[in-house]
Nanobody, 124 residues
Framework: QVQLVESGGGSVQPGGSLRLSCAAS????????IGWFRQALGKAREGVAC????????YYQDSVKGRFAISRDNAKNTVSLQMNGLKPEDTAVYYC?????????????????WGQGTQVTISS
């Protein structure tokens, strides 16, 4: 069964850190572009960070540059998102997703396999 399962969400104070993980089963992550997306209440889903299948290309949304880092562990078939310096505006449901082998950026329409999402809440 092809599946992506996120973990690591939670509630932290502004300035804190969280590390999200996404485990893939039923397929090999290294053959796919990977991405982290988020959707805040009442807002459209947006790309946060994406990486090409070979790792040569990465994309970060301007608002997270220097604070978030996407990585993949092909041996463990997982992808992670390290989030530092969290702000209240980072509050959202975060999803991992996979796209094709070719790099097509970080538009959600380019990603066809999605996890169920994990809630991240930043509040004092």
């Amino acid at each position: 069964q092809v599946q992506l399962v996120e973990s690591g969400g939670g509630s932290v104070q502004p300035g804190g850190s969280l590390r999200l993980s996404c485990a893939a089963s039923g397929f090999t992550l290294r053959e796919h572009s990977i991405g982290w997306f988020r959707q805040a209440l009442g807002k459209a889903r947006e790309g946060v960070a994406c990486m090409s299948s070979g790792g040569s290309f990465t994309y970060y949304q301007d608002s997270v540059k220097g604070r978030f880092a996407i990585s993949r562990d092909n041996a463990k078939n997982t992808v992670s998102l390290q989030m530092n310096g969290l702000k209240p505006e980072d509050t959202a449901v975060y999803y991992c997703a996979t796209g094709g082998v070719n790099w097509n950026g970080c538009a959600s329409r380019r990603y066809d396999q999605w996890g169920q999402g994990t809630q991240v809440t930043i509040s004092s």
